[in-house]
Each structure stands twice: as structure tokens, then as C-alpha cells.
């Protein structure tokens, strides 16, 4: 079955950075637009960013635009989200998700999460 | 920005069906996903483009939208239903997926 494994979550100051690493195994990774979600402790879901099979796209929330970056490394099946300028509302589990039941292009306007990580604590504090 | 409302709670007793609402402006014209999360667990995928079941989601679970309210309804409510449920679109003006606020389904 797909697997998804998140890593890199951390304790980390406000100002500072972290990059969140995601491991998939288990489907053809390189094919697939995959997200980052993110869930503030006791509180609902947000969405934080997607990007497409070959990087070339990404969309971000307004609230992370400018200071975080999602990427990929398809050779090493991997996603990853750079996040610079850590505020304290960015305290959160980060969940890496697959995007699915879509092809291609259509993919961009979809965002169907079928597959989900178990998550990485951020923890952004003084 | 698009926003989708949710109420914060619903409560049912085991065998009667659940309704959870999803409102946004015009929902109707856009395709909705729902998703359940039990405590301590990562979400899962339970409903995809407004009606298809994902697999392994009994056919007690079913979807519809249309105007401003999305629903997903559970019939024959399971204690085993008891999480918290997010409806999803994606907002085409602004580019950005939306996530409504989640609704906790509390089986009496």
C-alpha cells in the first residue's frame, strides 16, 4: 500500500527555519501532484501548499506565501516543504498528502487527498 | 478569499442518519470532497467529487451539493462513525484549496 512518511518536525524559535521531509514509497511517485497540510494542535485542517509531477507548478496559502517553499526530488521519491520566518501561528502537525483520482493537467484543480502521512510536529516557540 | 462553514457539532444516535452540512457561496457549481479523522489519526478520504465512495467507505456514507450547501450523510449511524469530518473544495478564482472548519459527529 502507498506509504508516506513525514520527518523534520521540530521545536524552533520564532524567525527561524526547518525543512519537513516527506519519504513516498509504494506508487510511482514522479506521476503525482502532492500537498502539505497542515493542523494546529486541537483545531481544524489547512491547507498549506500542492505542487505538480515535475515541480514546475506550486500554489500556497496566502498566509505562508513568500516564506515557505514546497519542492521535489522525483529521482529520491521525495517531497519536501522549506519553511523560513517560523511565526508562532505556524505551530502546527504537517501531514503530506497524495493528490488523487485525477490526470495531469486536470490535477491542478482538484486536490483530492488519498493518501496521507501520519505527520511532523512543528513546534514554533520561545 | 472562499470560505466553507461547517457546523461545529452534530450528535446522533446509533441507527439514525447523520447530516453534515458544508455552506459556501455556490457551492453547488464546484466539486467536493469530504474527509473523516479519528482521534490521533491522520485523515482519510471518504467521499470525492460530491458523491463517489473512496474504497473501503461503506455505502452508508453518500454525498450531494448543490446551491450553497454541500452534505454528507451517514445512514444507519455506527458508533464506529464517531470523528471529525472536513469538507474540501478547490477555489478556482483564488487558486487555494479550502478546508471547511470540521464538524465532530458524536454518536449518542
Known amino acids: 500500500e502507498v506509504q508516506l512518511v513525514e520527518s523534520g518536525g521540530d521545536l524552533v524559535q520564532p524567525g527561524g527555519s526547518l525543512r519537513l521531509s516527506c519519504a513516498a514509497s509504494?506508487?510511482?511517485?514522479?506521476?503525482?501532484?502532492m500537498s502539505w497540510v497542515r493542523q494546529p494542535p486541537g483545531k481544524g485542517l489547512e491547507w498549506v501548499a500542492n505542487?505538480?509531477?515535475?515541480?514546475?507548478?506550486?500554489y500556497y496559502v496566502d498566509s505562508v506565501k513568500g516564506r515557505f517553499t514546497i519542492s521535489r526530488d522525483n529521482a529520491e521519491n521525495s517531497l519536501y516543504l522549506q519553511m523560513n520566518s517560523l511565526r508562532d501561528d505556524d505551530t502546527a502537525l504537517y501531514y503530506c498528502?497524495?493528490?488523487?483520482?485525477?490526470?495531469?493537467?486536470?490535477?491542478?484543480?482538484?486536490?483530492?487527498?488519498?493518501?496521507w502521512g501520519q505527520g511532523t510536529l512543528v513546534t514554533v516557540s520561545s | 478569499s472562499y470560505v466553507l462553514t461547517q457546523p461545529p457539532s452534530v450528535s446522533v444516535a446509533p441507527g439514525k442518519t447523520a447530516s453534515i452540512s458544508c455552506e459556501g457561496n455556490?457551492?453547488?457549481?464546484?466539486?467536493v470532497h469530504w474527509y473523516q479523522q479519528k482521534p490521533g489519526q491522520a485523515p482519510g478520504l471518504v467521499i470525492y467529487y460530491v458523491t463517489d465512495r473512496a474504497p473501503g467507505i461503506p455505502e452508508r456514507f453518500s454525498g450531494s451539493n448543490s446551491g450553497n450547501t454541500a452534505t454528507l450523510t451517514i445512514s444507519r449511524v455506527e458508533a464506529g462513525d464517531e470523528a471529525d469530518y472536513y469538507c474540501?473544495?478547490?477555489?478556482?478564482?483564488?487558486?487555494?484549496?479550502?478546508f471547511g472548519g470540521g464538524t465532530k459527529l458524536t454518536v449518542l
Open positions: 498528502a497524495r493528490i488523487g483520482y485525477c490526470h495531469g493537467d486536470y490535477c491542478r484543480g482538484v486536490s483530492i487527498n488519498d493518501y
Open positions: 474540501q473544495v478547490w477555489d478556482t478564482e483564488s487558486a487555494h484549496v479550502v
Open positions: 505542487i505538480n509531477q515535475d515541480g514546475s507548478e506550486q
Open positions: 509504494r506508487f510511482t511517485f514522479r506521476t503525482y501532484w
Open positions: 455556490k457551492i453547488g457549481s464546484k466539486t
